[in-house]
């Protein structure tokens, strides 16, 4: 763990290993919820990303702390929902043919996006249909919450793009907040994932020599880092920390190696990504679509 600690400024401590981000994500003094307390930088920090992250005054659920009332029943009832869906999708059916066909080779970026939004998009409702504005509006809420550009996300803000951007989305999927984030920051981590599925399904050495789960674990890119805020002061891992200080758990980083994969989806934490399954499942059902065809094999789905 690094600590960057400048009284009054900044207070934040990014966290690498493994071992360090199960324990703080399982830590009750870590959590979601978040304080508008604390050095100058975090709370700037955290009003940004609340700001962004929230509709009609209600936080996205992946913001909510743990002792939120509903959250878990929330998390576990999408997580059980999805599971089902799972089921339905790993084997390749029909419906995954125009993603298959993109990581054959078919088709610009913008055709995966769309794709990959709408197959979101229909875990929430059925008739969901992606649309060039929909992808705009997630690309514009994403860019927002990546951007460094202070001018430029205040002019969003301030024109009420922002606003109307998160208006769209939450109109698609009937206000369910999970779908939004969803086809917000879950499309853009899905859409990496095959776009590395296109680049290993164009090598035929590659595409012969590895397994349908090495494929698939190769295509989950989990975020970058998750927030937790202290809630007291203390020390973990040799680290004093005070209360208000701002946790970065580098989930990109910490992820990598065979043992650490359940990092992708926080697998082990009350904070589980509802998609651990479902996501996986897709990889391997355009997976197996599209290698079949590429190996000249028959497929039947």
């Given at each position: 763990?690094?600590?960057?600690?400048?009284?009054?400024?900044?207070?934040?401590?990014?966290?690498?290993?493994?071992?360090?981000?199960?324990?703080?994500?399982?830590?009750?003094?870590?959590?979601?919820?978040?304080?508008?307390?604390?050095?100058?930088?975090?709370?700037?920090?955290?009003?940004?990303?609340?700001?962004?992250?929230?509709?009609?005054?209600?936080?996205?659920?992946?913001?909510?702390?743990?002792?939120?009332?509903?959250?878990?029943?929330?998390?576990?009832?999408?997580?059980?929902?999805?599971?089902?869906?799972?089921?339905?999708?790993?084997?390749?059916?029909?419906?995954?043919?125009?993603?298959?066909?993109?990581?054959?080779?078919?088709?610009?970026?913008?055709?995966?996006?769309?794709?990959?939004?709408?197959?979101?998009?229909?875990?929430?409702?059925?008739?969901?249909?992606?649309?060039?504005?929909?992808?705009?509006?997630?690309?514009?809420?994403?860019?927002?919450?990546?951007?460094?550009?202070?001018?430029?996300?205040?002019?969003?803000?301030?024109?009420?793009?922002?606003?109307?951007?998160?208006?769209?989305?939450?109109?698609?999927?009937?206000?369910?907040?999970?779908?939004?984030?969803?086809?917000?920051?879950?499309?853009?981590?899905?859409?990496?994932?095959?776009?590395?599925?296109?680049?290993?399904?164009?090598?035929?050495?590659?595409?012969?020599?590895?397994?349908?789960?090495?494929?698939?674990?190769?295509?989950?890119?989990?975020?970058?880092?998750?927030?937790?805020?202290?809630?007291?002061?203390?020390?973990?891992?040799?680290?004093?920390?005070?209360?208000?200080?701002?946790?970065?758990?580098?989930?990109?980083?910490?992820?990598?190696?065979a043992t650490n994969r359940d990092l992708v989806f926080l697998s082990e934490s009350w904070s589980r990504c509802p998609a651990?399954?479902?996501?996986?499942?897709?990889?391997?059902?355009?997976?197996?679509?599209?290698?079949?065809?590429?190996?000249?094999?028959?497929?039947?789905?």
């Open positions: 763990m690094k600590r960057t600690y400048i009284p009054g400024i900044t207070d934040t401590v990014d966290v690498t290993d493994p071992a360090e981000i199960r324990t703080i994500s399982n830590d009750s003094r870590f959590d979601r919820d978040f304080m508008g307390q604390g050095p100058v930088r975090n709370r700037q920090l955290l009003r940004k990303m609340l700001r962004i992250f929230s509709f009609n005054g209600r936080l996205i659920p992946t913001l909510m702390p743990r002792t939120n009332p509903g959250r878990a029943a929330a998390q576990d009832e999408l997580w059980s929902r999805l599971n089902v869906k799972a089921d339905q999708v790993k084997h390749g059916p029909a419906e995954l043919e125009p993603l298959a066909e993109w990581v054959r080779g078919i088709g610009t970026d913008e055709k995966l996006d769309l794709l990959v939004q709408q197959s979101i998009g229909r875990l929430f409702v059925e008739t969901f249909t992606a649309t060039e504005e929909s992808l705009a509006a997630a690309h514009l809420v994403f860019e927002a919450a990546s951007s460094s550009n202070l001018l430029k996300t205040l002019g969003w803000r301030i024109s009420g793009r922002l606003e109307r951007a998160k208006t769209l989305l939450g109109s698609m999927v009937n206000g369910d907040l999970a779908g939004v984030i969803a086809m917000i920051a879950g499309r853009q981590l899905i859409a990496d994932g095959l776009q590395k599925m296109r680049r290993l399904a164009s090598d035929p050495a590659l595409r012969s020599s590895m397994t349908t789960d090495a494929v698939v674990d190769e295509c989950l890119f989990p975020p970058a880092t998750v927030l937790r805020q202290a809630n007291t002061s203390g020390e973990v891992g040799g680290c004093p920390f005070r209360k208000g200080s701002l946790f970065i758990l580098e989930l990109g980083t910490a992820s990598k190696g651990e399954n479902w996501v996986p499942a897709l990889m391997q059902g355009v997976w197996t679509r599209a290698s079949a065809t590429l190996n000249g094999t028959a497929f039947a789905a």
